[in-house]
C-alpha cells in the first residue's frame, strides 16, 4: 500500500463534482486499499478521492476506537471501517447541530459547521454490492463532509468561524477527519 499525496485548494480537482464509479477492478481496490492507508498515516477519520486527487465517487471513513473514552462517545460505529462508493443521502434528521470541522486539505484550519444530525447514505461497498448505512453525531458529520468533497464542496464552504487552529485545539477538538489535528 502506498500513503498518497493530500492535495490542497489551489489543486481544481477538490473543486469538481467527481465521477461514478463504474468499475471496482484490481485499480479500484488499490486505490481504496491506498486510501485507507493514507487515512491511517495522516491520523484522519476520513478521507474522499477527490483529495487524493483522483475524481472518483469514493470515500473511507472510521471513528477511533483507540481509548475508552472514544468507545464510550462513539458507541458502536466506533473502530468501523466504511468505504462508500457512489454514495447518496437518502435521509436527513430534522435535528441539526454545530460542531467543528477541519480537513486534512486544509491543514492549519477549522470552523463551525451546522449539519443534520443524522443521515442514511446509501451507495455501494468496494465491491460493488450495494449498501445503506445510517449514521449518527460524528459519523453522520463524517459522511456528510466527505460527500462535500466529492460533490467539489470544502467545510470552508459552508463554515461560519473559519479559524486558524490553536495548539490546545489539536489535541482537544474533534474534526471531520482527525481527533489530533481535528484535521
Not at 443521515?119 to 453525531?137: C, F, M, P, S
Amino acid at each position: 500500500m502506498t500513503v498518497l499525496d493530500i492535495i490542497q485548494p489551489d489543486n481544481p480537482v477538490l473543486r469538481r463534482k467527481a465521477r461514478r464509479v463504474s468499475t471496482f477492478d484490481r485499480r479500484f481496490q488499490k486505490l481504496v486499499d491506498d486510501m485507507i492507508e493514507t487515512m491511517q498515516e495522516t491520523h484522519g477519520i476520513g478521507l474522499a478521492a477527490p483529495q487524493v486527487a483522483v475524481s472518483q465517487r469514493v470515500f473511507v471513513a472510521r471513528l477511533p476506537d483507540d481509548s475508552e473514552e472514544a468507545r464510550e462517545e462513539f458507541g458502536e460505529q466506533a473502530g468501523v471501517l466504511y468505504v462508500i462508493a457512489n454514495p447518496k443521502l437518502v435521509r436527513v434528521s430534522k435535528e441539526a447541530e454545530e460542531g467543528v470541522e477541519g480537513c486534512l486539505s486544509i491543514p492549519g484550519f477549522i470552523g463551525d459547521v451546522e449539519r443534520p444530525h443524522a443521515v442514511t447514505i446509501k451507495g455501494q461497498d468496494r465491491h460493488g454490492a450495494a449498501l445503506r448505512v445510517r449514521a449518527e453525531g460524528w459519523l453522520a458529520r463524517v459522511f456528510q463532509h466527505e460527500l462535500d468533497h466529492l460533490n467539489g464542496i470544502l467545510f470552508i464552504d459552508i463554515a461560519t468561524d473559519v479559524r486558524p487552529m490553536e495548539e490546545d485545539e489539536e489535541e482537544e477538538e474533534i474534526g471531520e477527519e482527525s481527533m489530533a489535528e481535528a484535521d
